[in-house]
Each structure stands twice: as C-alpha cells, then as structure tokens.
C-alpha cells in the first residue's frame, strides 16, 4: 500500500515562518515536520510515498530527494507556485501515482502516534478515518462516531455517540474521487457522502495528537519533543 503526505498547503497562519519556508521544513525537535511524517510512515511499513506540493515545494524535493536516505521512494506530485488543489484536488492529481487500490494519506501538519497499521478499510467503504478527541481550538467537533461506523454529529446521541475531529489520516480507495472533476475542491464533501451512504468507516485515537498550524503550537511540539 502507497501513502501520502499532504505538503501544498502555504501556511499562512504560520507566516512569517513560512514566507522563505514551505511550513512542511519547519522544524520541531530539530528535525522537519515531513521528516517526522516520513520516519512514522517507514515504521508502519509504508515504503512508497507520495508528496504534494505548491508553495516553495521545490525546497520540498531538494530536502528530501528521492528518500533513500529515510528507507523509502518518495514521488512528487507538484501542484505549481500559488496554485494548491485543497486536499480533495491534491489527492485526485495524485491519483496515478497511487495506484489503484487503497491508500493512505495524512496531513503533513500534524503530530500523531496513532499506530498506522490499526488502520484496515472495510470491503464495502469507500474511506475509514481516524478521529480524535475535539482540540481547544476545534472544540465543536467534526464527526460523530457509533462503533466503527462514522456518522454526523448531529445524529450523535447526547452522551452515548463521542463527537470527534478528524485527524486528517485516513484511507481511501480511489472509487472516493471517482465522479470528481480535475481542479481545487475540499475533501470533505467527499467524505460526507461517503458517510451518506453508510460507506466510511472510522477509529477513535486517544493518544497524541496535535494540529501544527501556528507559531505556538509548532514552539509547544518542539519544547515536548526535547523534553523526551
């Protein structure tokens, strides 16, 4: 199974950091956030990657070239300066280079140690997702989820169905972005459908997890990671 990082976003809350650095290099513990999403993937037995990129994305190839000296084979799929396809476009670009079976893919701006090989998709679905329990910042929550079945968090029932946030790892089959067009468009119509009609699937992690999206929380990772 292929994997890949999601690595075109520009990063503007984390300016000015990211206005000479594509926020994927940004660095916590001293070694780049991508860098740490390579090493957890190697570990899960993930060998061939695939990167998107737009913003500085060809720093992006000259950091970490073809992934030989991390244990894997990375390809990219470039997406042009100033001209990222969201996530559900970036992926749909990204689709030959992923085969056609499921694959994995997982924001290039997180810090996770959810165990990547509990992930499994079900015959029928089209996606199973990894939830988490909702961040200061999202306190609202995304999903809700019965079993291992994701619903909306409107069907949740009070105090029996948990209302959780999508981690932004997840699987999917290519079937998921069949009906799409080329171009920029989120992902998460596609992922409401999917639960529509009762074909994704989900995982509750309790462990860590952490959204890098701006100076302070990139500063709060670096102080855990040195502290270990």
């Known amino acids: ?48 990657l695939v990167i998107n990129h737009a913003h500085l994305g060809e720093q992006i190839e000259q950091a970490l070239g073809d992934g030989s000296r991390y244990g894997v084979q990375i390809m990219y799929s470039p ?17 030959p280079l992923l085969g056609d079976g499921p694959f994995l893919v997982t924001n290039g701006d997180i810090w996770c140690d959810f165990d990547l090989r509990q992930l499994r998709i079900a015959d029928q679905d089209l996606a199973q997702i990894v939830l988490v329990d909702n961040p200061p910042h999202h306190p609202e929550g995304d999903f809700a989820l019965l079993g291992d079945r994701v619903q909306f968090k409107e069907q949740a029932r009070p105090a029996a169905d948990p ?38 699937g989900g995982l509750r992690h309790r462990g860590q997890w952490l959204d890098i999206g701006t100076p302070e929380r990139l500063q709060a990772l670096d102080r855990m990671l040195r502290t270990v």
Do not use: W
């Open 79 to 95: 997406e042009g300066e100033g001209r990222a396809l969201e996530t559900g476009g970036g992926i749909h670009r990204a689709l």
């Open 163 to 200: 209302v959780l946030t999508f981690s932004g790892i997840g699987l999917y089959r290519p079937q998921l972005f069949a009906a799409c067009p080329p171009g920029a468009f989120p992902l998460a119509p596609l992922l409401r459908s999917a639960i529509a009609n009762e074909r994704c």
């Open 1 to 48: 199974m292929k994997a890949m990082i999601l690595a075109a976003g520009r990063g503007n809350r984390m300016r000015p950091l990211t206005d000479h650095s594509p926020k994927p290099l940004l660095q916590a513990g001293g070694v780049s956030l991508i860098v740490h999403q390579i090493q957890r993937l190697r570990a899960a037995g993930f060998s061939e």
